[in-house]
């Protein structure tokens, strides 16, 4: 384990809409930690493996396709998505992850299954290698840990 990141050892983390709001919005569902807290700690167990772990969030649809489509070339080897609302709505989102060649990993802090009935589709899950929901914030750390043993770290 190295303290510096490799280069080419790269995984994305993205976070739809309203994640920015992590820590105060419905903390009966989502929890009392920011959304600072979640990478800061992401960030710290990458760094320790070896790994540069960057990380966006956004209320907007088109900066995170942007981000996906941008991953294709600049040597990211995994996505962690949490695309929020965005799950289960948009076609464009899964077309982008469709075009990304490495691990994508579906984060969801809730139970989406025991939620609202429209909240139990998603179209990322066509794609996702792995998907997580109902662990929390602790949902982001088991989908790194998945790529951190896919690599053999």
Known sequence: MS?????????LVL???????????????????????VNNALREKAVLA???????????EGVLIDAIQAAR???TRAIIINPAAYTHTS????DALNAFTGKVMEV???????????????????RANGVIAGLGTQGYQAALDAILRAAGQ
């Open 3 to 11: 303290a510096y990141p490799d280069p080419l050892n790269k995984v």
């Open 15 to 37: 976070h739809g809409p309203n994640l920015n709001l992590l820590g105060s919005r419905e903390p009966d569902i989502y929890g009392y930690e920011t959304l600072d807290d």
């Open 50 to 60: 070896g790994w540069e772990l960057n990380c966006l969030q956004s209320n907007h």
């Open 73 to 75: 070339t600049d040597g």
């Open 91 to 94: 076609v464009a989102i899964l």
């Open 108 to 126: 969801h802090i809730s139970n989406v299954h025991q939620r609202e009935t429209f909240r139990q589709h998603s179209y990322v899950s066509l």
